[in-house]
């Protein structure tokens, strides 16, 4: 690695690393349980000390405490039952969530957040918030569609418009961006007055159409479910299509979908591409999307809430090749944009899409102003914004890039070791940062490969209750984390359990990613594995 890059690396681990000297700006109450927290996450992954049924006893009661207490001894309760019995997602062998570890400059900065208090959903209560936020907005704008800084001047600031909204999570920006894509379609013509004045029902008879529908692949989020009950859609119009054998949605069976909802009087409202799949990390053909929601002339939104970020890499960002087509995109910072929980946002092409969904109220958001929540869901909100333009402007755009490539490289070494491992095997090939294994010996590989449908259904059965029990003992040990989901394998013809790993934390090495496998090799040993094991006769206990 040359010295610059090698330099750079070394400037975000210790970002990403809490300074050994005390802050001085903590207060005692702050420095106390600072302190806690440091010895808790030196030697915890997830907590073991308490059952979750014993920790729910600590929370039982309904009745509110009468009188006030001492901060003091609410601090003491804090440290007692929330955090020594809390998750340390931070951790480097915690590589089985989507959290990583934050950079120690967010802990000051969102308690300067909590303690200015603004609300930005209107000017009057975040006048600095406010352009701030529309500036975050532009540069994830600019990040994803690259328009010329003209484009920018005439639209940041823009009473009329808005670049996008930050939200509490990429639930709440897929849903704003559906909902844009919603009103948009059924906006006021001749006598109708639009879906938000008149509603879905007249909004169907005045196009003459039975239904509406959303199509993504079936590794979509879950949001797109609630967006679908939200918007009058119906989850049975939230059209789930089959993927490839690469976790990509299946262009043909795309294709296929929309004729069935076309014989059906159903129309397309959006055809969603995601960029960067919960499960495993991959990323649907955007191009093709484009050119087919071109041609079906629908919305095209993409969520690309975990894989948003791999556009700030040179190297890598010809894989979400055709983002820049999209209507709307979703990002969420507190995943690898390393914010802390509650940080979406989504961004639309075009700055006056969001008309769609003004709102305005006399004594707040009134016609005109800069406000910020005439063009969003939620109403008040807290100024995130702030750690977002701290993250951009502290890391910035070659700190990410280095984090981002790093996240990739990692996990191509750790399939590498999956790959190479006599009792592993890997179930899906890193695209980005997230892959799936699972315990598999090479012999039972093989026979898989050769015996009857029914029979590897029963040693699939097996394996997936290995699988199960494998990451339920490596959760309760606490020392190295993964997670589990189960995958449609098109080798096998059938769903199985796999083991599922994320590599975003940037202090996550190749030696713990190592010690993740060894753990798992001895936790098989256990009595109740082995006796799993021996049932697929007359294969060896591994």
């Keep these: 690695m040359p010295n610059k890059a090698r330099a750079n690396l070394e400037t975000l681990y210790r970002i990403f690393t809490v300074p050994e000297t005390p802050d001085s700006t903590l207060g005692a109450v702050d420095q106390a349980i600072t302190d806690n927290v440091a010895g808790f996450l030196q030697t915890h992954i997830v907590a073991i000390e308490q059952s979750l049924e014993q920790i729910e006893a600590g929370f039982s009661s309904c009745a509110i405490p009468e009188e006030p207490t001492y901060v003091s001894e609410y601090t003491e309760f804090v440290k007692a039952n929330l955090v020594a019995q809390s998750v340390h997602t931070a951790a480097p062998g915690f590589v089985g969530h989507m959290t990583s570890a934050l950079p120690y400059f967010m ?6 957040m909590t303690a200015l208090n603004q609300n930005v959903v209107k000017v009057e209560t975040s006048k600095a918030f406010t352009p701030m936020e529309r500036q975050v907005l532009a540069m994830i704008h600019h990040l994803v569609y690259r328009f010329p800084k003209e484009f920018y001047s005439e639209w940041i600031h823009n009473s009329q418009a808005a670049l996008g909204a930050v939200c509490s999570g990429g639930t709440i920006a897929n849903t704003t961006a559906l909902w844009v894509a919603r009103n948009r379609l059924f906006a006021p013509d001749g006598v109708f007055r639009g879906i938000a004045q008149e509603g879905l029902a007249r909004g169907l008879r005045h196009r003459g159409i039975d239904g509406i529908a959303l199509l993504v692949s079936e590794r979509g989020h879950y949001s797109l479910g609630k967006a679908a009950d939200l918007l009058g859609i119906g989850r049975d119009h939230l059209i789930k299509v089959k993927t490839a054998e690469n976790n990509r949605i299946n262009m043909q069976a795309l294709r296929e979908e929309c004729r069935r909802l076309q014989g059906e009087n159903i129309r397309p409202l959006a055809l969603v591409g995601i960029a960067g799949t919960t499960e495993t990390g991959n990323v649907d053909p955007l191009e093709e999307m484009a050119d087919f929601a071109e041609e079906l002339g629908c919305y095209f939104h993409v ?7 791999t556009l700030f890499s ?20 507190h995943k690898q944009l390393y914010v802390p929980m509650g940080a979406g946002m989504v961004v639309f092409k075009d700055p006056t899409a969001v008309s769609a969904i003004e709102h305005h109220a006399a004594y707040i958001l009134r016609h005109g102003s800069k406000d910020l929540g005439s063009h969003t ?8 914004a702030l750690l977002i333009h701290a993250g951009l402007s502290i890391i910035g755009r070659k700190g990410y890039e280095i984090l981002i490539d790093l996240g990739i490289q990692r996990a191509r070494t750790f399939a590498e070791l999956i790959r190479q491992h006599p009792n592993f095997e890997l ?4 695209e980005l940062n997230i892959l799936t294994y699972r315990y598999c010996p090479k012999t039972v590989q093989q026979k898989l490969a050769e015996v009857s449908p029914e029979e590897k259904a029963r040693i699939n059965a097996i394996l997936d209750q290995i699988c199960l029990l494998l990451q339920k003992y490596q959760r309760e040990a606490g020392k190295t984390f993964v997670s589990r989901t189960r995958l449609q394998m098109s080798r096998y013809k059938e769903e199985i359990t796999v083991l599922r790993s994320v590599l975003a934390n940037p202090l996550t090495t190749d030696e713990i990613l190592a010690s993740v496998l060894t753990e798992q090799c001895e936790i098989v040993r256990k009595t109740e594995i082995q006796a ?8 060896p206990i591994q």
């Design 303 to 309: 969520d690309a809430a975990w894989g948003g970020p």
């Design 532 to 539: 799993l094991l021996a049932q697929i006769d007359p294969y």
């Design 107 to 112: 802990l000051p900065l969102a308690r300067l």
């Design 377 to 384: 869901l939620e109403g008040s909100r807290p100024g995130m």
């Design 427 to 430: 179930t899906s090939e890193p």
């Design 314 to 333: 040179d190297s890598h960002r010809r894989l979400l090749n055709g983002i820049d087509r999209a209507d709307s995109v979703t990002i969420d910072a």
